[in-house]
């Protein structure tokens, strides 16, 4: 008892200071991404988004992924404008984003995201005036970024405080896993990395996959990627895409949504990077990529 009523204590100590953290420092700028497509970033991203906002944080989705964005349809949203209406000028950032289940909000990155890459300093600096607008409304700001290592990738990547990176067990998408880290860490260094193993088969072989992944690199890239968690395989997840409503909300029972709470509290636990700055820093280093 007196164990749980520490554990409730730390709990709501871990949200208070996040929260802190909002007006001074700015919003957790988290990007998601894999080596291989189709392993699950945006499932994990949207879902991990209502719960953390469930735990009483404000989240907001950017989807980053120019191929196949589609956290709108696993949401069930439909997005009227995305951020390049925004770098545009035709509408403000307030009007881009808009809200799914349990006040999670998202923008739609659409070519935005690229856009910005090519804006002259002057354009870039007030269009990153009213990005900043976002860290208003969000204590974590998650990017669901595509696979692999193309360049913007990489500078979206480069740019985030923390990076989240998700793989299954099997050997394609681990060596894809590796090659990515391996491309980030010669990028930039300081960056916390995190893994997540998806569509596990048992405990013990998600276990076993964080275990020897974290293992080989810290042997060949001498770094320590933390392991954030596991979500075992469930057909669950592709009944929520199905319904377009995430399984966090639509199966609060379900296996999937228990790895996922596990996931949120250590995620809300980890203090993000030493240098974290939020968006500002965001938009800075972006910028020092796109020259
Ligand atoms: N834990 C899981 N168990 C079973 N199927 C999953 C799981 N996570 C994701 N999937 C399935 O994998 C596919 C890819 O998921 P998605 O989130 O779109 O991946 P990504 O964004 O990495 O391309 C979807 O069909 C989804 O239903
Ligand atoms: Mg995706």
Same mark, same amino acid.
């Given at each position: ?44 991203? &949207? ?21 196949? /964005? ?42 935005? &995201? ?12 007030? &269009? ?9 409304? /969000? ?7 595509? /696979? ?144």
């Amino acid at each position: 008892m007196n164990d749980q009523a520490s554990a409730l204590r730390q709990i709501v100590q871990n949200i208070k200071n996040q929260r802190a953290r909002a007006p001074s420092e700015g919003a957790r700028v988290v990007c998601v991404t894999s080596g291989k497509g189709g392993v699950g970033k945006t499932n994990f991203t &949207v879902n991990l988004a209502i719960s953390l906002s469930k735990k009483g944080l404000r989240v907001l989705i950017i989807d980053a992924d120019f191929g196949l /964005a589609n956290v709108d349809v696993i949401m069930g949203v439909t997005p009227q404008y995305d951020l390049s209406h925004v770098i545009r000028h035709e509408v403000g950032i307030k009007e881009a984003m808009f809200e799914g289940p349990n006040g999670v909000r998202i923008i739609s990155g659409g070519s935005g &995201v690229l856009d910005l890459l090519n804006l002259s300093e002057a354009q870039l600096s007030t &269009v990153v005036d009213k990005l900043l607008c976002m860290e208003d409304v /969000a204590d974590v700001i998650l990017f669901d970024t595509g /696979a692999g290592v193309s360049p913007n990738i990489l500078r979206l990547i480069g740019a985030s405080e923390e990076v989240i990176v998700i793989t299954t067990p099997e050997p394609t998408a681990i060596m894809d896993a590796y090659a990515l880290i391996k491309t980030v860490l010669t990028n930039s260094t300081g960056k916390k990395i995190r893994l997540v193993v998806n569509k596990a088969e048992s405990i013990a072989e998600a276990h076993d996959t964080m275990a020897k992944f974290a293992g080989v690199v810290r042997l060949y890239l001498k770094t320590e990627v933390e392991e954030l968690g596991y979500m075992l395989s469930d057909p669950t997840v592709a009944r929520a895409v199905r319904l377009q409503r995430p399984f966090v909300a639509s199966f609060p029972k379900s296996q999937v949504t228990r790895d996922i709470e596990a996931i949120t509290w250590k995620f809300m636990d980890s203090q993000p990077a030493e240098e974290a700055k939020g968006l500002r820093r965001f938009f800075g280093n972006l910028m020092n990529r796109a020259k």
